[in-house]
């Protein structure tokens, strides 16, 4: 299937609208270690539709109840504001039920979510099943799961004369009312969020800020449902902001990271949808699930590629590293030689590197591949030669080699048969105002340790 | 007459061995978790093996089967359940991601790929996903002689390596740098809790579904903490309440027709944990009252 425009154009936007209102929230659960309370308080729909729509058909068929509340006999009770509010209040109940449990029980948090989520998600299924019996009930926990994105832009209000898929306004209006939630408490969620005991001593109220995240979490969690499914609220809640995270270290940053990377996987999500299927020959799938993908491949690009906490970018950084220390102790054995009135061959540079530095020959080779590239050596018939740049170089690693074994022995009293090895780690990190404070301190020293010549 | 209430007790006695073995391993293998702080690797597992069984009954319906053999779907799940704890473990000891947020990206992640693959499974003609959904809600009723045996199989392997790396598995959860320095390969160590904790999973899917599977690995653990602080004890509790729930369960849930056996197990488990912080000796609601008093009198003053 290929891109239709005004109804692939409604999901997208449907989607990418959930997926920033579970974003912003879902950057605090993330940094207060509370991720898997998203997937706790999103379980916690099941139970609470089912709950809020029982209390209804038993208030409207219990008399003294209909002569108090007349409008109550003729409200359907699958309003869904009755259903909604169920929902909300269990959630809240939820994250309550798990604070109670970890605090006055001392039950590993984790467990205690566990216990909570998984009675509450039991009980629901319970509900339904027993409200199976009756004709006006039609609850089908698979569409909870899943939602139906495909379904909700079918699903209009009348606005200003236009129509306008209902789920638009709803979770538009949740991701308005998530983001100036956000920045209204932005400064306390920051508090809170990153040192809960300052916060208690400063006044800010941890527990009060705890207490609305799980509200807001649990509001967005019920907005977005019925687009999304509740299962895959938590994916929507926790991977934006855990690439987000590892993609800056800000917090104004990471949310505005988080809502990003939400619509773009909300939107490569129902491109995937409608079109990979295709490739094996088969129509399309369900959006909500591979939105949730799409949100994985981006976090599983961030894992390795981020600029500063990806794995491949460090990797090249130690690699880089690696390579300028064996470089430069290259550079530290060719001017040594030619203090001695040796030349080396590629042969005897390979030998001794391997036996003195212990690395192997690929690596002496792109080592010395790349003094080359710099201008430091020079090969002629076999021969290395320093240039007069490589020498300059080499001389000032030599110098603040010698130096440290001199301060070493002299003020820190290390045996001299022991400082060659600090020396060698010292001499790569050395800077030129060092090395002269080093010779300040040793005063008119000529020689190392070793009786050889510091180099000026 | 005389054969339907026979084939029902022979019905009801296959499905309480099948719980009650269940119940137990799962208590097993709980314990560890619930001491390492992974609890809700469970949930994670849990949802983790959904693509596994989409894939596996896709797989099975290319090669010509009808996609609903038991053993095939089960393989699937537990292949997928274990790559995503894989990750889980993986992921944390990158030190880039903390272990909650592991758990959670790799949940919503997996189960998402496993609601897409099963949007797939819709439109395979003659299939439709009848015989799955009873994977992610359990049905034990519906268990045969053959499931039982597949069940008892794979609980006794699992009840028989926690008791034979029982010291292992102990240091791992108490202090891992510990294990790693005393020569214990803590990451093949590790890697074996979780297949453990995978295979237990995936044979508990059938009975309680794969939303409330880590109930029967968190509760029984959870609830055997209140009775004793010795951790042989807290196994074997974990595993008597654990069995007693599921069986419990099991046998409600078929008395009362048609009520989910998976949610009524979970919720007779619950209420286990209930019995247990209140009653229990070592750290339940009473006992730590008792112990305060009894210390306030001790320190000579009365408590308010």
Known sequence: MTWAHPGDTWIAVIGALAAVACALPGCFLVLRRLAMMGDAISHAVLPGLAGGFLLMLWASDAGSIRTVLPWIAGADPRHPLVMLTGAIVVGILTAVFTELLHERLRTDRGAAMGIVFTSLFALGLIMIRRAADDVRVDLDPACVLYGSLELARLDTLHIAGREVPRALVTLGGVALLNGTGTLILLRVLRATSFDPAFSQVAGLRPRVAHLLLMTMTAVTAVAAFEAVGTILVVAMIVTPAATAQLLTRRLGAMLIVAAAIGIASAIGGHWAAITLPGVFGFEDTVTSGMIAVAGGVLFALAIFLAPRDGILPARRRTHALGMRILAEDLLGMLYRAEEAGERLSIEIVRARASAGLDVGPRRVASACARLRRRGHIETADGMFTLTASGRALARSLVRAHRLWESFLVRHAEVPPDHVHRTAMELEHVTDAATARALEDRLGAEALDPHGREIPG | ?304
């Not at chain 2, 029902?8 to 390492?36: D, E, N």
């Open chain 2, 1 to 304: 007459m005389t054969g339907m209430p026979a084939a029902i007790l022979h019905g009801a006695t296959l499905v309480a061995v099948g719980t009650a073995m269940l119940g137990a391993v799962a208590g097993l293998v709980g314990v560890f978790l619930l001491l390492r702080r992974r609890a809700l690797l469970g949930d994670a597992l849990g949802h983790a093996t959904l693509p596994g069984i989409a894939l596996a009954f896709l797989v099975m319906v290319g090669l010509g089967g009808s996609g609903r053999w038991l053993p095939g779907l089960l393989l699937g799940a537990a292949a997928t359940g274990l790559l995503g704890v894989a990750c889980i473990s993986l992921l944390t000891r990158t030190g880039r991601i903390r272990d909650d947020t592991a758990m959670a990206v790799v949940l919503g992640v997996f189960f998402g790929l496993g609601v897409a693959l099963l949007g797939i499974v819709q439109r395979v003609p003659q299939a439709g996903p009848a015989g799955l959904e009873s994977l992610i809600y359990g049905r034990a009723a519906s268990m045969l002689r053959e499931d039982l045996l597949w069940i008892a199989a794979l609980a006794t392997v699992v009840g028989l390596f926690v008791v034979a790396l029982r010291r292992d598995l102990t240091v791992l959860c108490f202090d891992e740098s510990f294990a790693r320095t005393a020569g214990r390969r803590t990451i093949r160590l590790d890697l074996v809790l979780l297949a453990l904790v995978t295979v237990a999973t995936v044979i508990g899917l059938q009975v309680v579904g794969l939303i409330l599977v880590v109930a029967l690995l968190v509760i029984p653990a959870a609830a055997a903490r209140f009775w004793t602080d010795h951790l042989g004890r807290m196994l074997i509790t974990s595993a008597a309440i654990g069995s007693a729930g599921a069986v419990t369960g099991a046998l409600l849930s078929a008395s009362y027709a048609d009520l989910p056996t998976g949610a009524v197990i979970v919720l007779v488990l619950a209420c286990g944990y209930g019995i247990s912080a209140v009653a229990g000796p070592a750290r339940g609601l009473l006992a730590r009252r008792r112990s305060g008093r009894l210390a306030a009198r001790a320190m000579g003053s009365p408590m308010p």
